[in-house]
């Protein structure tokens, strides 16, 4: 069992479980607004995909400065910044009377949320040992994961009966409160030991790159977080809308338990980090199990909904493998290169979300155009993500099995 927490230590764990849960919010809440947007602008497929996933382009556009600002500056300011550039965003979300209005507000949140992943992970690796790395990260992903809860089911019900200038406006203000909240707690500075010529962005970027094993971490790593957002937060609900025949409040419900299963396979896999034997065996198995319920939902024609959800389940909880790939990741990288590293590992991650997103939509536009019944359509959408998984995984496979010893 980890040792008991000091103040300063739960301190640092709630504003990375506040920041977390505010970017699992955003991530999710695609699913519950995306039909809702495509019944208001008479978007495709495509479009509403490319809507949603400009979040994440921005996202891409904005994480490698934010990475040099997090080894230079510190968390603290680049997190304020960044906090108040996603309440903009968010409100003008809230008031947007057009789709390019809408698409502005995506851009802005998908700045704002590009130095989430990678400043929590500096503060954590500045608050915790390294063992503890892997559990602390499974803890904020289990206690955060009350946003992404918040962005399925009980965001569909609030779309329903509160105004959307109403809900989306809450959220801004919230956003503006943590970012006050962030700025008053979080501790200044910069990671203080590097040298100067390691502070260099393209000489510290290109160090990592240069790396076998870190490559070979970020293969996997585009695989982590694009299947669960491209279900979770895209495409879910219209599957099971679409195929499963389920309502709007149904699919709400069943992206609510998908959640509530990464939420527990946060913790789950965090407290694993810490105690399986083998951290690498434990994240094949991971994304060998994903890729497999992928496949299963390809190949079954017309499963039974219980079966459908039951394998959306399994896949979502075992995609947090990323938990013990970041604790990879930790013990590959030098101290001094972790910003940098957290920044690559997420850069890769979230670049992945738009293109699977993308790619998914353009499958089902291409299959829908060529006569393939609804069902069919996602069949060969979910196809192409498990073998997308599990070529990633192949990648990764050759990767050294790296442990803590204490």
């Not at 990260?137 to 009966?161: Q, R």
């Not at 190949?299 to 790939?325: D, H, K, R, T, W």
Request: net charge positive.
């Amino acid at each position: 069992m980890p040792a008991p927490f000091s103040r300063n230590q739960y301190v640092v764990l709630f504003v990375c479980v506040a920041i977390f849960a505010l970017g699992q919010f955003h991530r999710a809440s695609g699913g519950v607004f995306t039909p809702i947007l495509m019944d208001r602008y008479a978007l495709s497929a495509a479009t509403v995909g490319g809507l949603v996933s400009a979040m994440f382009f921005a996202t891409i556009a904005a994480q490698v400065p934010f990475g040099i600002a997090l080894d230079r500056i510190g968390p603290r300011m680049v997190l304020s910044i960044c906090l108040c550039i996603i309440a903009i965003g968010t409100g003008v979300f809230a008031v947007a009377q057009s789709f390019d209005m809408a698409l502005v507000s995506r851009i802005l949140i998908g700045v704002g949320l590009a130095a989430m992943g990678a400043a929590s992970h500096v503060i954590i690796a500045r608050n915790f040992t390294a063992r503890d790395f892997g559990y602390i990260s499974g803890l904020v992903v289990t206690l955060g994961g009350i946003g992404g809860l918040l962005g399925t089911y009980p965001l569909a019900i609030a779309l329903e009966n509160l105004p959307w200038a109403v809900v989306f406006g809450s959220v801004a203000a919230l956003t503006v409160i943590l970012a006050a909240g962030v700025f008053r707690v979080v501790r200044t500075g910069g990671i203080t030991n590097e040298t100067a010529a390691e502070a260099g962005p393209q000489g510290g970027y290109l160090t990592l790159l240069r790396q076998p094993e870190f490559r070979k971490i970020l293969a996997l790593g585009a695989v982590a977080y694009a299947p669960i957002t491209t279900i979770t937060g895209l495409w879910g609900g219209p599957f099971l809308q679409d195929v499963a025949g389920l309502s709007a409040e149904q699919s709400g419900a069943v992206l609510l338990l998908l959640f509530a299963a990464t939420i527990a396979a946060g913790y789950v896999f965090g407290l694993l980090d810490r105690n399986a034997p083998s951290r690498k065996a434990l994240i094949y198995v991971a994304f060998v199990v994903s890729a497999a319920c992928l496949l299963s939902l390809a190949a079954i024609a017309n499963p039974p909904v219980s079966l459908a959800i039951g394998l959306l389940v399994i896949m979502v909880f075992s995609q947090q493998f990323y938990i013990p790939l970041g604790a990879h990741m930790r013990k590959t990288v030098a101290d001094t290169h972790l910003g940098r590293a957290s920044t690559l590992l997420s850069l890769v991650s979230v670049a992945a979300i738009p293109l699977m997103q993308l790619g998914f939509g353009a499958i089902l536009d291409a299959t829908a155009r060529k006569g393939f019944e609804t069902s069919d359509q996602y069949r060969i959408a979910f196809a192409t993500m498990g073998v997308t998984i599990l070529a990633a995984g192949l990648i990764y496979s050759t990767a050294r099995d790296i442990n803590d010893a204490a």
